[in-house]
């Protein structure tokens, strides 16, 4: 059923109701939802669920803190708010969360060094905690044999430890495997890490994999050579049965997952919530969910789904909030895991209905940015499939809600994205594309909305 069917069968305000009388349920343990969705009970400090590295014997946090989405001051220019980072950290400790992942990449590289500087604060012991990072050696400047090793001895450096736990070549499959060989392999920086794991300096060695699967297929093949200790994919019930052969980034997270267990590979999964939009769902689709279980978030199916499938170590969260954390706390404080049927229903049925919505596939990543025309690629994106969710997009004048999603849309727009930094300012250099992990074609979606813009402006859509 796709949301107009929904609407007209239910009507958007008898959808309403069954949102808000499903919000005011209770769970059993979980305690009440408040009106965002978010439980509201006390969170267990000894119920964190963990998953023993198959090969090591690590005791790993099913919940892992991405570093990448932190917390930044409210008076603007993008500066890390670090007493709320060290606050963060240490009640994710408090609650059994071991496994906190970041890279020289993330908040305009200053992500390790917030990290670093929150580990520490914690009080906790290095050898409670594991640490992961990634050799993000993107730029041709950074891609030389020093530069890297560097970049590698700088995140010793700003993590401040001695060693890392799970050491990544990141973003592998992005353009192929000519950046591949370029970053890793011509360079002799994989011989040199596999060095490092040798001296114990890396306790774990792997890759996460974004984009064209025959690097996937490369790495694994050579699995007896560089024996991975870990990789990290994407995963998530909306990608999972996605063909390996449809060309969709990521495509066919059950082929990854399936490759990895095949070799015992432990996985570990980034983008269980796909940025976010997974627990920010189309209102028809949340109803979907809530019928089923009107105690659980929404968010949570897609924990849940994740930690129910056996070869996973570990699953990421950009947690910039509380009460992100608070709830994905819950989802795995014990993790309850879901049926056969669940995941069924969630990999077809809801999958489908997700896939019927015309939303952009970005994951506010930023790897994008910076535009060198000023443009805000993520804002807009994210922008507009909110007005997808919402119903705020109009197919044309003759939809019946159209003057108030006309105005919602561009008012929204405003609000959210700087005249100056919108997408009329495109002018299709292709700078961004190489680096989208989600092979989004930037410049068409931007020139498609800007259309899309223009025609709501002049009432000619």
């Known amino acids: 059923m796709n949301r107009r069917d929904f609407l007209k069968i239910a009507g958007t305000a008898t ?22 969705g978010h439980h509201t009970g006390e969170i267990p400090t000894d119920r964190m669920t963990y998953r023993t590295h198959p090969q090591k014997g690590d005791k790993v946090s099913i919940l892992g803190y991405g570093m990448m989405r932190l917390p930044t001051k409210q008076d603007g220019g993008g500066v890390i708010d670090q007493e709320q980072v060290n606050r963060l950290v240490k009640y994710a400790l408090d609650h059994g969360v071991n496994y906190f992942d970041t890279s020289p990449a993330y908040c305009q590289g200053h992500s390790e060094e917030s990290t670093g500087i929150a580990l520490k604060a914690s009080g906790y012991d290095r050898s409670k905690f594991f640490i992961a990072t990634k050799l993000s050696n993107f730029a041709p400047q950074q891609q030389s044999r020093e530069a890297s090793i560097q970049m590698f001895k700088d995140s010793l450096k700003y993590l401040q430890t001695d060693y890392i736990d799970y050491l990544l070549l990141h973003s592998v499959g992005s ?10 392999l011509d360079n002799g920086m994989l011989d040199y890490l596999m060095e490092q794991r040798e001296k114990g300096v890396i306790r774990n060695l792997g890759f996460s994999y974004h984009g064209d699967v025959k690097v996937f297929d490369y790495l694994l093949e050579n699995h007896d050579k560089y024996k991975w200790d870990f990789v990290q994919i994407q995963m998530n019930y909306v990608d999972w049965n996605l063909s390996k052969e449809s060309g969709d980034y990521n495509a066919g997270a059950k082929y990854l997952y399936d490759e990895l267990a095949k070799r015992n590979i432990p996985a570990i999964i980034m983008e269980p919530l ?19 279980k009107p105690e659980n978030s929404v968010a949570s199916w897609a924990f849940r789904y994740v930690g129910s499938k056996p070869n996973v170590l570990c699953a990421l969260s950009g947690m910039t909030y509380m009460e992100h954390l608070q709830d994905n706390l819950r989802s795995y404080c014990p993790l309850s895991p879901l049926t056969s049927e669940e995941q069924e229903w969630l990999e077809t049925e809801v999958a489908n209905l997700y896939h019927s919505y015309p939303t952009i596939p970005c994951n506010d990543c930023k790897y994008c940015m910076p535009c060198p025309y000023g443009i805000d690629i993520p804002a807009i994106f994210v922008h507009y499939n909110k007005c997808v969710n919402k119903g705020n997009v109009p197919e044309n004048q003759q939809a019946e809600n159209y003057q108030q999603a006309r105005r919602a849309f561009l008012v929204g727009y405003d609000r959210s994205v700087p005249k100056e930094r919108q997408a009329d300012h495109c002018i299709g250099c292709n700078t961004c594309v ?25 009432n000619t859509l």
């Open 175 to 184: 353009g192929g495997m000519e950046p591949l060989r370029k970053r890793y």
């Open 15 to 36: 959808a309403t109701a069954t949102l808000a009388a499903c919000v005011g349920k209770t769970g059993s343990e979980l305690g009440d939802l408040d009106p965002a």
């Open 434 to 458: 190489s680096h989208c992990p989600q092979n989004i074609r930037i410049p068409q979606e931007l020139t498609r909305i800007d259309n899309f813009v223009e025609k709501l402006k002049q």
């Open 274 to 292: 796909l940025g976010g939009r997974l627990s920010k769902m189309p209102d028809h689709i949340v109803a979907t969910l809530k019928q089923q």
